[in-house]
């Protein structure tokens, strides 16, 4: 994944915030997105926090973190494994460039796609990552991650039973396979779609400030 690393916005200071997130849009979607979301919770937060936002690759018109599944012949779902792992390695090294206070403690977060990603670093980035939040997500490739030990096991998943463009079923079966990786998994559901309602965000709120502690 080529990213380029001097395309992204921040919310917060870094010098005097007690928590560093880094969050990942959805496929399709673009940094500003969450801007306005991501800027009410850290006010809600008390500005406690340093968030950072990048931007995935443009990908045939279209912003994208990995390469999207396909379907073989028989209908049977294909992932791109090296293409996922190339993607967490190119958001390592984005980190890196970050120089950020390794004394604070870092969450990795993100919306649909960008959520899928966050709990892909959750088995392999090389950061200290205290914890993850997965928005109306899925865990990709859990075929090959089943065979992985999770290094970030503090995990908040949020989805609607509505949503349509990741089913509701796919949060289930990812929730099911992070439970037998670790017990400590916050959920927030609700009849909601492809969305962060307020529940959610209230919830996200207090889960971002149960890590500050």
């Known amino acids: 994944m080529n990213l380029n690393n001097n395309d992204f916005i921040t919310i917060g200071n870094k010098d005097e915030s007690d928590l560093i997130i880094i ?21 809600q937060m008390n500005e406690a926090a340093y968030i950072i936002m990048p931007n995935a690759p443009l990908v045939n018109d ?10 073989d012949e ?13 993607s967490v390695n190119a958001m390592d090294n984005f980190i890196d460039g970050l120089n950020l206070d390794v004394d604070r403690k870092l ?6 796609q960008g959520a899928a990603l966050a709990l892909s670093m959750s088995f392999s980035s090389r950061h200290k990552i205290c ?8 865990m990709p490739c859990a075929k090959i991650y089943e065979k992985h030990d999770i290094s970030v096991r503090d995990i908040f998943m949020s989805h609607g039973y ?20 670790t017990d400590n998994i916050i959920t927030s559901v609700g009849s909601f779609g492809h969305t962060i309602n ?3 965000a209230n919830d996200l709120v207090s889960w971002f400030g149960q890590r500050i502690k």
């Open 62 to 71: 279209k912003r994208s973190w990995y390469p999207l599944p396909t379907k």
């Open 23 to 43: 969050w990942f849009h959805g496929y399709g979607s673009n940094n500003w997105s969450f801007e306005p979301t991501l800027k009410v919770i850290n006010m």
């Open 107 to 112: 969450i990795i977060g993100g919306f649909s």
């Open 74 to 86: 028989n209908n049977e779902l294909l992932e791109d494994y090296q293409g996922l792992q190339a």
């Open 198 to 200: 307020q529940q959610v």
């Open 131 to 138: 914890g993850c939040a997965a928005l109306s997500g899925y």
């Open 162 to 181: 509505e949503d349509k463009a990741i089913e509701y079923d796919a949060f289930q079966r990812s929730l099911k396979f992070l439970e037998n990786k």
